[in-house]
């Protein structure tokens, strides 16, 4: 208890002693609220305000993303918890959570959020730096899944489903790993009957201009 | 009047009578659609996942083609490609310093479907063309995460109670229920990766459509049609409950109120049969 007063007044007191870095009071209470500068962040808070745009620092920890969040149950890290480990600079924590994959960037958080801040996109940051920093990532598969399908539509210019979905099943589990867990049997079915409904076409329909598709994967992949 | 019309590959796949009913409801209501020439893909959520870049430049390549072409508005009705495009338009206009490569320029307004045809078609002009209504068909709207969100970058001013869609069914006679899940995510695609989390969120949405006393669930998004139709026989499994609850694209129902298109055949390609639920009212 002590110790806590003690610290509070010290706070106090420096609020009033360092007028430049600090914020002003014009409600008259003392404000012991410090003005943080981009250069006063951790490296890691500061490379994720720089590269998602989204100013994390303004986060106040209302909940108000977690609670509207359809996803939580799931994840491993509640999202206003991303934001506060990222401000301590926990990036081990955060870059091999699972939540950075779960999210759906369903974006119900950003449209909510008071301080204006869009966590989807400061997720797809976090995903990206996961990947190019080397991390063992959270949910894999949903890293091969993305990358199966981008490598889709670099050879055709759209989507080839039934393409992109073996390629995913090989890279992610195996047929092995798929036909033990029951999962192949699972997805092999739901893929026959939507065959038949006609909704999945066994050849990939190639565009013309799939060498500017190339140029855009090429000139625009600077990372 | 003309315009440009992006489907996407959902509608070129797993969403065809999407494309089917659009296209014949468009006819009949006197718009022709214009699908740009050589489209690609707009990247979905692996393209903003892996590459801000590669997610700006591909949406972009079709506003170009659409521009090219001298069309001002264009049509998307895919959820996920209406909302990736606007994305990369809001970053060619607001940091077109980052995309030094890309000249665009504006001039092509993008809507989703169900403002295009609520707001330049109109409902008059649709209920003009109703030859049959769906009186008493019980139906819950189900509008999903990417036509709302996030509104600064789609403009939606409803984006937490949209009601354009239920304005539209509502003319062709259809009861709309209240229910507070018209925008809660089914999970997209995680489908693939972590299907339990789609049979979670996807099972709650029937159970609350249920609650509501829908029959029925009516959306605009190929991926919600998609989670909600395909992986029903699964989730009643996983509940233990029987849903049997049929998922419609909003352009189904207005194609059989209007007496176009080839019905039989877009429900055909349902996997959870609606054919009983329509025939018990009279509609086939
Ligand atoms: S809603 Fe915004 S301010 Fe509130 S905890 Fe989440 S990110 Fe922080
Ligand atoms: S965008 Fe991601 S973190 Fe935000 S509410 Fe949706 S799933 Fe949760």
Redesign the pocket.
Known sequence: MVNATEEIKKETASAEDNKAGIAGSTSGFPVSMKVYKLKDLKPFSREIIKSSGENINNCYQCKK?SN?????YAMDIQ?HLIIKMIQLGMEKEVLGSKTIWL????????TRCPNEIK??DM?DSLRQMAETKGYVLGQKNASIFHKSFLDSIEKYGRVYEIGMIRDFTIKASGLFGKFFDGSLMRDGKLGIKLIKKGKLGFSPHKIKGTAQIKEIFKKLKRG | MKVSYYPGCSLHGTGREYAESTEAVFKSLGTELVEIEDWNCCGASSGHSRNRDVAVGLPARNLLLAKKSGFTDMVIPCSACFQRTKVAEHELKNHPEMFPEIKYDGGVHIMDIVTFVSENIGIDTIKKKIKKHLDGLKAVTYYGCLTMRHPSITGSKDFENPRNMDALLTALGIDVLDWSYKTD?CGGSLVLTRPDIVWELSGRLYDKAIEAGAECIVTLCPLCQGNLDQQQAEISKKNNRKYNLPVFYFTELMGLAMGEGDVNTWFKRHLVDPTALLKSKKFL
Not at chain 1, 103 to 110: D, I, M, P, V
């Open positions: 993303c509207g969040c359809p996803i939580t999202p999210c759906a960037a369903c974006e119900t958080c950003g966590l989807a997720m | 995510c």
